[in-house]
């Protein structure tokens, strides 16, 4: 609401412009989603206790597990109601609904927190601890992510390189010479178009001095600046005035793409003429990489991409599934999974924008997502949101997040993995997460294979548990834990 407000009445009053900056919508989300939770929190417990909607404790389970958590009985859960209602209240004032991202991560949020309430509704309903059954879970789950996979394959986020950057450039003085020689040869080519494009000063100086002009660091900066700006040129293709180039199969799919519907969005603009400039001067810039939305980036590299084509569909359903799965096995103690998805969340957030700006992406050689400013909003009002939970949930906690919060905290971490392209960094990020999902199939595996148990229990909070560290002692550990791999994870993002 407030951007809309914002560019409606920056006109009349320039200070309103503030409300468009995404780092200013980012921060008053967090601290909106925070308060407002603080807000509904309490009534909200006090619903749940008069709905007598509390917490199952298994006692044929693990007996040693059931004495140390039986007072946890009759707690209220569904919690993740106010996780939900409160990012999504913040998004409704500080988000930008026409960002197609925004839109996409706020509907798997929800449609996951519903799965999860439906699963906390049929375990009190029944009064047990087990509510839907893990088949049905998982069909749900893959629905969401097969919805997400074939959406982004038939709408790709992200494009390969438009803009011209210092090392775009492999041979400066071959580039520069040859823009002079046809401008000055004159005749209908691709380098006497662009040669025409240029400032006239520009033209003049190399005109006067060819040879200064192709040796001269200043004349460089600013032939790249000037080719940059005619990269933005809607009509800077025509055949006509440019004679035939050796043209990619991407370059023809977005011409045809033009032809069809009219005309071509900035984006695919930018690409499109970045193709043209790459077909007229071959062996002057660097080729850059085609279908960057079926591709994965493997941290730690430069430009190592893994092309999946159309399995990336199935790779994005095993990331939402996983993701969700992992935070909630890690549900099991006071503020637990809260906390650890604070901070997955945060190193998320930061990413968001980090890719959504060309530059940064460029110089850390991180795919470049256009759109992802707006998950920096969406990340921070689920960040603050899980703040204002845990003001609640922590030891000894007054609400559970139940499936409601756990399969929704971890669907939107995994959908925020996959909407910045930064998949394979999540192994990092949510690096907690994954040694909880590891340690219960290392447990099932060995008790299947071996007949024998690796942990006193798992998932492993619950092995340290039993070993004898108190509830409060495991979960800031693992808080400290999380931290520690969201930092790397960041650390991670210039290590190339």
Known sequence: MFYYLAESLVEHVRAFNVLTYITVRAGGAAITAFLVTLLIGPALIRRLRQLKIGQFIREDHVKDLHALHKSKAGTPTMGGTLIVASTMASLALWGRFTNRLLVLATIVLCVLSALGFLDDYIKIRRKHNLGLTAKAKFVGQILVGLLVGFYLLRNPITTSATHLSDRDIINWRELMSGLAQQGLAGGSSSGERIWQLLPAGLRERAERN???????????????????????????????????LPLTAEAHELLET???????????????????????????????QPDLQTKVEVPGFRWLLIPLGAAYVLFVVVILVSSSNA?????????????????????????????????????????????????TVFGAALLGAGLGFLWFNCHPAEVFMGDTGSLALGGAIG??????????????????????????????????????????????????????????????????????FALMSLGALKLR
């Open 210 to 244: 060819p040879w200064d002009f192709a040796w001269s660091d200043g004349a460089r900066e600013e032939l790249r600046q000037a080719l940059n700006t005619i990269l933005a040129m809607p009509d800077l293709y025509d055949p006509s005035a440019m004679g035939p």
């Open 258 to 288: 033009k032809r069809v519907k009219g005309a071509l969005s900035e984006p695919e603009v930018l690409r499109l003429n970045r193709l043209v400039l790459e077909a007229t001067f071959p062996d002057c810039l660097l080729s850059t």
């Open 327 to 375: 935070v909630n096995l890690t549900d099991g103690l006071d503020g637990l999974a809260a906390g650890a998805s604070i901070m997955s969340l945060l190193a998320y957030t930061a990413i968001a924008y980090v890719v959504s700006r060309s530059d940064w992406s460029h110089y850390l050689f991180l795919i470049y997502v256009p759109e992802a400013a707006e998950l």
């Open 415 to 484: 959908t925020m993995a996959v909407l910045t392209k930064q998949e394979l960094l999540l192994i990092a990020v949510g690096g907690l997460f994954v040694l909880e999902a590891l340690s219960v199939v290392i447990q099932v595996a060995s008790f299947k294979l071996r007949g024998k148990r690796v942990f006193r229990m798992a998932p492993i909070h619950h092995h340290f548990e039993l070993a004898g560290w108190s509830e409060t002692k495991v979960t800031v550990r693992f808080w400290i834990i999380a931290l520690i």
